[in-house]
């Protein structure tokens, strides 16, 4: 059979072009323009340049003294005799409020009017789920547990509650959202973004930039994004942090680039760049990834930091590179316009003899400069670079809480429930038990008040864990507690199965605590022994077990589910998880979640939804081919929804109209629930061998017991592209199906 192959003619859609003609400049005001005319190599320099805090504060990076105290001598290194255009970063074993923040950006920019240009200092920091390192500011649930809410309103609420709460300690610049679809759900860093899907990324991350940077960034709410890690990073072959990708052309374009141009075409300021490497280049050195196609071909416009000592590494751990200085080189010559050093100077140093040498050009650096001192501009930096606190009543105020609870409760997806033992009347007798029933840490993950976590505990102790979550809801004297096990080692057991036998219920919290990058690695999905051995001993007793996982990653639960009464699954659903749990579990919510993730059955399994067909063939009925333990989408209600009269404008339709779909849903249980409509798509015949399905839209609806809703999708047939044989965005003539909860129906595309 000969297809016919339409090529598309718009942006991401062209074919991959290797340009090497010079950059052009860009259209910068005439405020930039002046500086970058009046600076020194050096200062230009400088501006490319971002030191972590430490580096200013007395004490040594990483070990500085305690409490920190900024040197005088080590801020005129850097303000003054570098020009430093970014500081990023906590001083470490700290986390300060909103006015410390407000001192350390004071003596910070105060410095700068003492400089040539004054030209203000661009704070950074990782806001990951909310304000992780300003002490008092709201955290919501991790982008993974976001993303399993379906619900982008709520992201969008989020950025904007996160933006204005940032801007009230005086930080205008956020290192997220992070937009890198995971293919390894080993991988430590799988939950700072959101799940395995393209288009769950694209709308979650474009709703998170629209409430960062609202409508205008020199706005007192609103910060800037910074899209990462461009791009690749949640495919690492071994699961392990920044080891290698392979990633062919075609699936790069596909997979790992339309969320990052969706972002880029809703404003997104500026995008951080992949620790590791792909197909053996490291991506701080690969220009065409960095240039031809980020810039030339994506349009992208602002500013590209590296990763943390990055450049460093091309040299060090990637040797790729002879030297530090040819390290300097490549990385600029691929295009990257600033470096987060962040504990040296030899960037500066080095880069400025690269230019006054002649191997990298000024106009290069000008390039650069001009991108760092836009963002500044639009940001407002120049007129004034922190606003007073007073002017922001809402920080970390009870509303924000809701939000962050809201976030919680629609983030959490409940993936059994046996003869609809959920939710419990709250006059039973209770056992919480399990390494994850009394900590934050198992509720926040990483980049929670500290950067892998481990403080949450302490500084988040205001906020429930599950156990004070469930005493809080139900009373003291109805809750027993054992911790049974640690996350990997047997503790009290025979304390926890004493009391099992002495409750209703048991309520058996599993997972993982809180970690990120390298400290996040792990050698098997499985959960660990002991949590297995507890779970089986537990099930023995006979009473109902309500299992609990808080974890930042789908761990292997195939031996436990049979012997469960009912799952909840909580990706690290912030410091309102314990309470939005407990509402869960006893009724005073319903839950709406959706897996944003296939959750594999077996640990050397995992299968993403949009897998080839070939991967569903169950040759000889062995259970061996597409086997998740739940699927992508999979989430159950404490009511149930009815969906009929699954209707196409057309079963015909050309490349360059839009699909009309039109479905009814009915809330047809007891209680008002919420449920996530989603439209898949098949593409059922291709010259590239077509996925199982493709989600293309999706929305969040909620209905009252017996109301009914029509739900209209409106899709151009282009999204239906895929990136064919040429390496090109492009649609097959042919037949499609819809797919909308039970219901299918076919079309075709002319
Ligand atoms: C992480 C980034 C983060 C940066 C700054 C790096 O180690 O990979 O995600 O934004 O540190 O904290």
Redesign the pocket.
Known sequence: MTLKVRILPCGLLIPLIFLTGAISAQPWSERVQDLIKNMSIEEKVGQMTQLTVDMLCEGEPYAITVPFKISEEKLEKAVIQYGVGSI??VPTGTYPGVEAWHQILTTIQDKVQESANKIPVLYGL?HVHGLSYIRGGTLFPQPLGLACSWNTSLAREMAEITAYESRAAGVPWS?SP?MDICRNPVWPRLWESYGEDVYINTVMGKATIEGFQGRDLSNKTSIAACL??FTGYGLPLSGKDRTPAWIPERYLREYFLPQYQASIDAGALTI?VN?GEINGIPTHADKQLLTDILRHEMHFEGLLVT??QDIHYLYDRHKIAHSLKDAVRIAIEAGIDMS?TPVSYDFADLLVELVKEGTISESRIDLSVGRILMVKEKLGLFETTHFPVTDYPEFGSERNQEISLQGAVESIVLLKNKNDILPISKDVKVLVTGPTANTQRSLNGGWSTTWQGEGADQYLAEFPTILRGVEDLIGRDLVQYAEGASIDEITDMDLALQKANEVDYIILCLGELSYT?DAGNINDLNLPDAQLELASELAKTGKPMIVILAEGRPRIIRQLAPNSAAILCAFYPGPQGGNALAKLIFGDENPSGKLAITYPQYANSYTPYDHKYTEDRDVMNSGLSFNPQFEFGFGLSYTSFEYSNLQLHNSEVSAVENLQVSVDVKNVGEREGKEVVSLFISDLVASITPPVKRLRAFEKIILKPGESTQVIFELPVQDLAFVGPENRWVIEPGDFELHVGPLRQKFRVK
């Open positions: 990023l970063n990782d290192f992070a990462k890690h951080m620790s990763d943390w987060m990058e």
